[in-house]
């Protein structure tokens, strides 16, 4: 028999990590329980991540390091799954200590090496800073974009 799975929404994560006196706080933090047992079986994209992240610090100024650690914590329950797991995981683990580099710039490094690929693309220099992907800024002249 399948466990049937739910998309998990950022509002639901939000309201549990940093509004629990919300009334929509203690629901989201009795699904994150029944997740962290396995009793219950739900779905958290990157893109959720990405979206409670900016919503969590410009909302409510929660700090890197706290934000990344309750994260990694949750992605490991173990009725939660997601897309790419490993490359959020160091993403996280990463862009907790630091501060130039946005977690967007940090999960995308952390994808780029994920599926193989040892540099990216990108004018932004502080994409340097990722250590076993390379940054490259692309060249003008010979390479065009079909249809473009």
């Not at 501060?99 to 994409?127: T, V």
Request: proline share 5%; charged share 15%.
């Amino acid at each position: 028999m399948t466990r049937h799975v739910t998309f998990i929404d950022t509002n639901v994560i939000v309201y549990h990590l940093v509004q629990a006196d919300h009334e929509h706080g203690l629901p989201s933090s009795q699904l994150f329980a029944r997740l962290r047992a396995g009793t219950d079986a739900a779905y958290l994209s990157s893109t959720v991540v990405l979206e409670c992240i900016h919503a969590c610090q410009m909302r409510y100024k929660v700090p890197n390091q706290a934000l990344a650690d309750a994260l990694v914590e949750i992605l490991g329950f173990a009725g939660l799954h997601t897309d790419h797991p490993e490359a959020i995981t160091h993403a996280l683990m990463y862009w907790r200590t630091q501060g130039p580099l946005s977690f967007a710039d940090c999960f995308h490094l952390a994808l780029a090496e994920q599926l193989g690929m040892s540099s990216i693309y990108s004018f932004d220099k502080k994409m340097s800073r990722y250590p076993g992907v390379s940054r490259v800024e692309p060249s003008s002249g010979t390479t065009t974009r079909p249809g473009v």
